[in-house]
């Protein structure tokens, strides 16, 4: 997820079911034309499109599809499909801040990055490139970031803590372990900052650092899901097995760090 923020991409909204219809809650870029924006549920990247209309009309048009938008029609499908699984769907997107020029004309970013992201990545929503790039993985993350050094190779940042740090357990279920998340439980939601918020996530002795965000939207409490994606998801399968516990030390609302119990 490192990558995919530091090119611009960041989460403005998500989906969620109301009276079993999606609707999308978007908290920024709501009138921004010329974006790209993209589907992702747990840290996998599941649709990517552009649009050249405020972001806003373009969700408006998947949240009530037309009877001859087979696009918008399809995707509606799939997000309803993911919130009944209680599965979160958030919206990522890539602004064009209009400052890429060739010569004195003004390249459209979302026009040019559309494609070669499609073909890269293949989103299983999007089936344009599927069967020419059927062997490339699905998962964003492992498109846009860097090969992300394992815990035991390369050293991560250094935190301060001390006594007075909010700390807890949680048991490293199959979801977690799977997909790159936690569930914060309800003593401990109000140490954690907002909806949609950055969050630094320090891993094991090493500290190695995983770029992570805040979702209080997907828990019906509001008590807040921690999305590190594959990154985390790498470190719980170097380090951890399914229902160990995992020791986390709250450093501010927006840093943790985490550290297996026992060793």
């Known amino acids: 997820m490192n990558r995919l923020i530091e090119i611009g991409f960041q989460c403005v909204g998500h989906w969620k079911l109301d009276n079993g219809r999606p609707v999308c809650e978007l908290t920024s870029q709501m009138k921004t034309p010329n974006i790209l924006y993209a589907f992702v549920s747990n840290g996998e990247i599941k649709y990517i499109g552009k649009t050249a209309q405020p972001l806003k009309g373009r969700m408006a048009s998947y949240q009530n599809p037309g009877p001859t938008q087979s696009t918008n029609i399809k995707n509606n499908a799939n997000i309803k499909t993911l919130l009944e699984s209680d599965e979160a769907v958030d919206i990522f997107v890539l602004p064009d801040n209009g400052l890429l020029h060739y010569g004195g004309f003004h390249i459209n970013l979302a026009a040019g990055l559309e ?11 999007n089936g344009k490139f599927r069967e020419k790039t059927s062997a490339r993985p699905s998962n964003l993350e492992s498109v846009l970031e860097t090969p992300s050094s394992k815990s035991d190779e390369a050293p991560g ?25 936690f569930n914060v439980p309800v003593k401990y939601m109000q140490a954690f900052g907002s909806d ?8 094991g002795e090493r500290q190695v650092l995983v770029q992570g965000y805040i979702n209080r939207s997907v828990n019906v409490n509001g008590t807040p899901r921690i999305m590190g994606g594959s990154q985390l998801r790498q470190w719980f399968h170097e380090n951890v097995e399914i229902d160990n516990p995992v020791n986390v030390e709250v450093i501010s609302p927006m840093s943790i760090w985490l550290q297996r119990v026992g060793g």
Do not use: A, H, M
């Not at 935190?159 to 790159?180: A, D, H, P």
């Not at 949609?196 to 891993?203: G, P």
């Open 115 to 125: 494609d070669s992201l499609i073909s890269d990545i293949s989103p299983p929503w």
């Open 157 to 181: 940042q250094s935190i301060e803590t001390n006594s007075k740090n909010t700390t807890f357990q949680f048991q490293v279920r199959t979801t977690y372990f799977n997909q790159g998340f």
């Open 196 to 203: 949609r918020d950055r969050i630094e996530i320090y891993c």
